[in-house]
């Protein structure tokens, strides 16, 4: 009798723990949807120190004297008794692309005359590495000029040094390897003149022998890593508004920055001068990254190439300046050029280029972008003329097309209504806007046209205070708001194809927008809360989308909760996503319907903070970052706990 009791008992104390979890169901022999192998990407631009002062490895600040001001980053400098002077020539009429360069007397046979280089906010330096100096030069008269490299610290002491003897008395390229003694955050170039005479100077240029790839003048491995560890499915490039340039002279234009670093000609960076609370005065492109080195860097990813390309017209938050129609050939010119390059043979004219340039297998170009954030009747009469011209040569080639800065609003809706009714392959919609907005649209698509146009989620990121506000910070909150929210992209995988947060990089002393994905110093580099967002949406995507419910509706906000759920079938597994936004911790159960059974423990990581505040810095770098463990499951029954502000992933083998 007794014994009876206590299991009735024992019963009911299951049934209620039961009835205590929130019950969801998953078919996962019901598969809704394809998930598209190149749906968690990056987007790339320059700014914020992203590529000149970042990725790009060059370590010497306007290294053509090609700034406004031809020797802003430069100093002159003088010891035991040197003297010297410094003149900038223009050479414009011979060499537009590279106008400047320097001429230097050396006035006195003792002692030196100099000139040191600040760097992109001093240059990061380590110790036992190894440095590659060049320079362009061409010495006049005597040709006795003699250059001293050295690398000093903050403290004025050297930690690095080389000669070099320019002989030439044409333009030759010199250059000169060494290593450091000591790891500097700040450090600073000499380049030392001893002699007398005259000697002109151009390229002046230092880079780590240490790149990705060790490719030489080459790209900062920590940061390419940790976009290779993001197992990306694209890469968009180069940008962002970049593209559009604040007035078309400032555009950007592929066919320039390809070829011999000296040719290719630098601009000011449109992010120079755009936000008065940030000025960055010292902000230009060299193009040192240009478009063969992000097709070369996207192929080493393993991602796929989507450059967007300008449609004749500049930034509409700027000057809007337009292209007259019956000017626009060269534009859409460069289109079709770019698609060659990428993808033709040895026998074609731009295919061969690459092929010059040392790749003579094609990128594999799919998809290109035509303009960026830009609206009104102007782009899509200009969209209009690109697309004729790319599907009439490159049928295949799905065109990425722009429907405003913003996910709503009259912009959105002409463009989204017409690039509809005009057939248009993909759509790149982008929001910055608070947690809150990621929170309440993670239905956003639950309701698209199945058969319309494909979706890119091209930029998006949650904004702790306000779009633009330079006291935006990469918050917990805003992570775990996006992780929400791309529940809802990956529940509606066969609409939307391709999702990347924007902006990528930014450099902690000069950046211009914020928040940003990955920020770095010169030496060291940390993935912020949203960059794990992004990375374990992408390591975990699996392949095709199946059913998860609550009460056979989508989590999509139920009880402060987000889901979805996919196979792999690569891996054999179920992948749950679940997202728990709210102060509270939740208690599920997820009965999992049409499976021959799964393993008894599962993978489970979690991403999570008390502190919806907590942000990663360079000094706790994964303060917020993935933790893995291990889960018992039993049968089709998994029981998850999950905490208060947690974003967990949980992986179940089939047996
Ligand atoms: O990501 C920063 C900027 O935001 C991009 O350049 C632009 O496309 C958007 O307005």
Redesign the pocket.
């Known amino acids: 009798m007794l014994r009876k009791a206590f299991l009735m008992l024992c019963a009911a104390g299951a049934l209620s723990a039961n009835s205590a979890r929130a019950q969801y169901t998953i078919a996962a022999d019901k598969v809704k949807a394809k998930i598209s192998p190149n749906m968690y990407g990056i987007?790339f631009?320059d700014?914020n120190l992203a590529a000149d002062g970042g990725v790009y490895a060059e370590l010497v600040k306007n290294r053509s004297f090609e700034f406004n001001m031809p020797l802003m980053g430069w100093d002159e400098q003088k010891k035991d008794g040197g003297d010297g002077r410094v003149e900038v020539i223009n050479r414009a009429e011979e060499k537009p692309e590279n106008a400047h360069f320097i001429k230097v007397y050396i006035d006195s046979a003792g002692g030196s005359f100099g000139l040191s280089n600040e760097g992109f906010r001093g240059m990061g330096i380590k110790e036992g590495e190894e440095y590659s100096f060049s320079v362009m030069a061409k010495q006049e008269g005597e040709q006795n000029i003699k250059l001293n490299i050295e690398l000093r610290d903050d403290k004025n002491a050297i930690i690095g040094k080389a000669e070099l003897t320019p002989t030439d008395k044409e333009w030759n390229r010199y250059s000169v390897k060494f290593k450091a003694s000591a790891t500097v955050q700040k450090a600073q170039l000499y380049v030392w003149m001893s002699g007398k005479g005259i000697i002109d100077l151009d390229m002046v240029s230092m880079f780590p022998e240490h790149t990705w790839k060790n490719r030489p003048g080459g790209l900062r491995a920590d940061l390419v890593q940790k976009l290779a560890d993001m197992k990306p499915g694209f890469l968009r490039f180069p940008?962002?508004?970049?593209v559009e340039g604040r007035e078309l002279n400032t555009r950007y234009q592929w066919k320039k920055t390809i070829g011999a670093v000296d040719q290719r000609t630098n601009i000011i960076n449109r992010w120079n001068t755009e936000f008065s609370h940030r000025p960055t005065p010292d902000y230009y492109q060299t193009f040192g990254l240009g478009f063969m080195e992000y097709f070369m860097t996207a192929e080493d990813i393993g991602a796929s190439p989507l450059p967007i390309l300008n449609c004749g017209m500049a930034c509409e938050?700027n000057t809007g300046e337009l292209v007259p129609m019956d000017k626009l050939d060269p534009y859409i010119q460069d289109a079709l050029d770019l698609i060659e390059f990428a993808n033709g043979d040895v026998n074609t004219k731009w295919g061969k280029l690459r092929t010059d340039l040392g790749h003579p297998a094609p990128f594999h170009l799919k998809m290109l972008g035509v303009g960026?954030?830009q609206w009104g009747p102007q782009y899509i009469e200009r969209w209009k003329a690109f697309t004729k011209a790319i599907k009439g040569k490159y049928p295949d080639v799905k065109i990425v097309s722009a429907v405003g800065?913003f996910p709503g609003g009259k912009e959105f809706d002409l463009l989204n209504k017409t690039f509809r009714a005009l057939g248009a392959d993909i759509l790149d919609e982008?929001y910055?806007a608070s947690p809150k907005w990621f929170l309440e649209h993670a239905k956003r698509y639950d309701n698209y046209d199945r058969k319309g146009p494909k979706i890119f989620a091209g930029?998006y990121a949650a904004q702790s205070v306000q779009t633009g506000s330079p006291k935006n910070k990469n918050t917990w909150e805003c992570a775990l708001a996006e992780a929400a929210f791309m529940t809802g992209l990956e529940r509606n995988a066969d609409v939307v194809r391709m999702a990347s947060y924007?902006?990528l990089f930014a450099h902690v002393e000069g950046w211009q927008?914020t928040p940003d994905l990955i920020w770095f110093d010169n030496l060291n580099s940390y993935g912020s809360p949203n960059y794990y967002v992004q990375q374990l949406f992408s390591l975990n995507k699996g392949t095709d989308v199946v059913p998860l419910l609550f009460n056979n509706e989508a989590v999509a906000g139920q009880d402060g909760c987000f889901a979805t759920a996919s196979v792999d079938k690569n891996t054999n597994e179920l992948v749950i996503k679940f997202v728990n936004s709210t102060a509270s911790a939740k208690s599920t159960s997820f009965k999992i319907n049409g499976s021959k059974g799964y393993q008894k423990q599962a993978s489970v990581v979690t991403l999570r903070s008390d502190d919806k505040d907590a942000v990663n810095s360079l000094e706790t770098p994964t303060a917020i970052s993935p933790k893995n463990s291990t889960i018992n499951v039993s049968g089709n029954i998994l029981k998850l706990d999950v905490e208060p502000y947690t974003f967990k992933i949980v992986r179940l083998k089939n047996k």
Not at 239 to 242: H, Q, R
Request: charged letters at 20%; aromatic letters at 24%; glycine letters at 12%.
């Open positions: 987007f631009e700014i940008g962002g508004c970049i938050f960026n954030e800065p982008h910055y930029e924007a902006p927008w």
